[in-house]
């Protein structure tokens, strides 16, 4: 279960939602989800695995990387 910096912003995008807005909903820092968006740092597993959750919670679900594209994402139907 991973998540690449690209992948959290385009969920984001999805989702219509800010940084602020999902550090909001991550109970985070904005500077601790910029600092993963832009690679500037990984954040700790658990914090991770945490974005990854509530990105799915919103609807987002992500798409692993295979032999002919990299990782992506989209929205649950419905």
């Keep these: 279960m991973s998540l690449t910096p690209e992948q959290c912003r385009a969920a984001r995008a999805l989702l219509n ?26 954040p700790h597993p658990n914090n ?17 990387e295979d032999k002919t594209a990299g990782p992506g994402v989209r929205l649950r139907k419905g």
Excluded at 17 to 41: C, H, N, Y
């Design 17 to 42: 939602w800010s940084q602020p807005d999902l550090a909001e909903a991550v109970d985070m820092t904005q500077k601790t989800i910029t600092s993963f968006e832009t690679g500037t740092r990984t």
């Design 48 to 64: 991770l695995a945490a974005i990854r959750a509530a990105l799915e919670e919103a609807g987002v679900i992500f798409i692993d």
